[in-house]
Nanobody
Framework: QVQLVESGGGEVQAGGSLRLSCVAS???????MGWFRQAPGKEREFVAA????????YYADSVKGRFTISRDNAKNTVYLQMNSLKPEDTAAYYC??????????????????WGQGTQVTVSS
């Protein structure tokens, strides 16, 4: 079983930065982890993902150049460093994990495990 606990959300001004963290109960068998976000009244959307072994990364066009996903193997933790935040980044952010090799990691359907979410609010 995999449990995910995320933290690091908060409220910042436009142009500011936040770092989100997601701790997994274990990484054995994990193929990839990702970050998604969901604003009120909108569908959950892909933000970033990382292949656990090797560290290959993927980003939504809307966050390329501003967000960085990374992992710490020893701590079983994945991070999302968010810089140059914009009001449109405001959403609840969720981390996710999959044990299934080759899954479509840029879509919600690709993941089996989800964190509880952490709110990010960017004011203008």
């Amino acid at each position: 079983q995999v449990q995910l606990v995320e933290s690091g959300g908060g409220e910042v001004q436009a142009g500011g930065s936040l770092r989100l963290s997601c701790v997994a109960s274990g990484r054995a068998g994990i193929y990839a982890m990702g970050w998604f976000r969901q604003a009120p009244g909108k569908e959950r959307e892909f933000v970033a993902a990382i292949i656990w072994s090797g560290g290959g990364t993927y980003y939504a066009d809307s966050v390329k150049g501003r967000f960085t996903i990374s992992r710490d193997n020893a701590k079983n933790t994945v991070y999302l460093q968010m810089n140059s935040l914009k009001p449109e980044d405001t959403a609840a952010y969720y981390c996710a994990a999959t044990r299934l090799w080759g899954r479509t990691i840029t879509e919600v359907r690709g993941y089996e495990y989800w964190g509880q979410g952490t709110q990010v609010t960017v004011s203008s």
